[in-house]
């Protein structure tokens, strides 16, 4: 069984940064694709960036250029930096990671963003 546990998430003011964190219990090697959602209070679940075993990465328009999604295979971690922080960026962020065909999902970080 997979567990992926987010951290990093807290409250901060607009135009601040925040590394989140994402350990996996299991090698993130094994993992072809890693990604990271989220989740504003009254909204839906929605893409932020990916990663590929061969760091590949993708980001969300809303994002490119502030976020820089990594991993570090040899910690077991996936990172999401944020930069230029916004208060729209307030929301859970999750992190998840395409296990075989099934995606695992971490229990989230929360951001808070004060303007």
């Known amino acids: 069984q997979v567990q992926l546990v987010e951290s990093g998430g807290g409250l901060v003011q607009a135009g601040e940064s925040l590394r989140l964190s994402c350990v996996s219990s299991?090698?993130?090697?094994?993992?072809?694709?890693m990604a990271w959602h989220r989740q504003a209070p009254g909204k839906s679940r929605e893409y932020v960036a990916s990663i590929t075993t061969d760091e590949l990465t993708n980001y969300d328009d809303s994002v490119k250029g502030r976020f820089t999604i990594s991993r570090d295979n040899a910690k077991n971690t996936m990172y999401l930096q944020i930069d230029s922080l916004k208060p729209e960026g307030s929301a859970v962020y999750y992190c998840?990671?395409?296990?075989?065909?099934?995606?695992?999902w971490g229990q989230g970080t929360q951001v808070i963003v004060s303007s």
């Open positions: 299991l090698s993130t090697a094994a993992f072809n694709t």
């Open positions: 998840g990671a395409l296990h075989g065909a099934r995606w695992v």
